[in-house]
């Protein structure tokens, strides 16, 4: 290992050390049920809403509806390709005002229609930032149990992180606490009698 590296590792050792996770947070395992007592915990947030129920549920559901708006694009496009092609071959037979005024509503028309279906897809992207946005809410009571038990002061996103050990990582288990509350749909389950 170069030199360099070695010293980043010495660096980032001595500075958990400093902070009271020292040895016994390397000998942790990463997928130990909340056993971390670290000051500093992370999170794959994407990982956690796309491996959620909820995330996975959401997903099927805006798959579902883009493959509907595409499969509407193809056929509103398919009409129009063809009454394009029907007033090309009407053109020579038509006085040019009749036709201008023809192919200005032709015109007219696709650019309508396209600006339909742009406003269908923001519509559909929106759709997919509101259900996160619902996730993230609910989940936040979860993540903050998680915080209070392993003694956490804060909750990093992984990817922002130069280097950590995996045991400081409750993805997983943030995982499966939020699916046994949320259920795929992001509503608290009733009380069990």
Known sequence: MPSRAMATLRSVFLALSLIGAGPALFAQTAGAPLTIQSPILTIDSDRLYLESAF????????????????????????????????????RPTMEPT???ALADAFDEKVQTTRREQDAKTRALNQQLEERRSVFLTAAAPVLETLMREAGAAVILEKRSVFLSANAIDITSDALARIDAVLGDDGKRPAPQD
């Not at 549920?57 to 009454?83: F, M, S, V, Y």
């Open 55 to 90: 995330g996975r549920r959401t997903a099927r559901e805006i798959e579902a509806q883009g493959a509907e708006l595409a499969a509407e694009n193809r056929r509103i496009e398919a009409a129009l390709t063809a009454e394009e092609k029907d007033l090309t071959e009407r």
């Open 98 to 100: 009749a036709f201008r």
